[in-house]
Nanobody
Framework: QLQASGGGVVQAGDSLRLSCAAS????????MGWFRQAPGKAREFVGA????????WIGDSVQGRFTVSRDSAKNTVYLQMNSLKPEDTAIYYC???????????????????WGQGTLVTVSS
C-alpha cells in the first residue's frame, strides 16, 4: 500500500516536498516512481528511484528542478520539487514496480501498485 501526501497550493518559484509512505510489504526489490496528471492530459513520468541502490531517473520536463530520494528506515520515498512553475500543477502519484531501474521505469504500465495521489497547485 502506498500513501502519497504533501500536496498543496504554492506560488511559482516555491518548493514543495511530497512523501510516499509504503507499507504492507518489503520494497527492497522495487522501483518507486512518481507520476503526475494534469486535467485533460495523460499521466506523465516525473521520476523514479531504485529502492535498494538509490539510483534515480528524472523526467526530462523536470530535470534540474525535481529530485527523488528515499528513507529506508521510514519506508518512505520523497519527491523534492524546486522552482515550481504553473505547468507543474497536477495530481501527483507514487507507484511501485518490481525490478530494477531502467528506461521502462518511465511507463505507467509497468507499475502494479499505486497511491491515491496528492494535488499540487502552483499559482503564477
Amino acid at each position: 500500500q502506498l500513501q502519497a501526501s504533501g500536496g498543496g497550493v504554492v506560488q511559482a518559484g516555491d518548493s514543495l516536498r511530497l512523501s510516499c509512505a509504503a507499507s504492507g510489504r518489503t520494497f527492497s526489490d522495487y522501483v518507486m516512481g512518481w507520476f503526475r496528471q494534469a486535467p485533460g492530459k495523460a499521466r506523465e513520468f516525473v521520476g523514479a528511484i531504485s529502492w535498494s541502490g538509490g539510483s534515480t531517473w528524472i523526467g526530462d520536463s523536470v530535470q534540474g528542478r525535481f529530485t527523488v530520494s528515499r528513507d529506508s528506515a521510514k519506508n518512505t520515498v520523497y519527491l523534492q520539487m524546486n522552482s515550481l512553475k504553473p505547468e507543474d500543477t497536477a495530481i501527483y502519484y507514487c507507484a511501485a514496480r518490481v525490478g530494477t531501474l531502467s528506461a521502462t521505469s518511465q511507463f505507467t504500465r509497468y507499475y502494479r501498485t499505486w497511491g491515491q495521489g496528492t494535488l499540487v497547485t502552483v499559482s503564477s
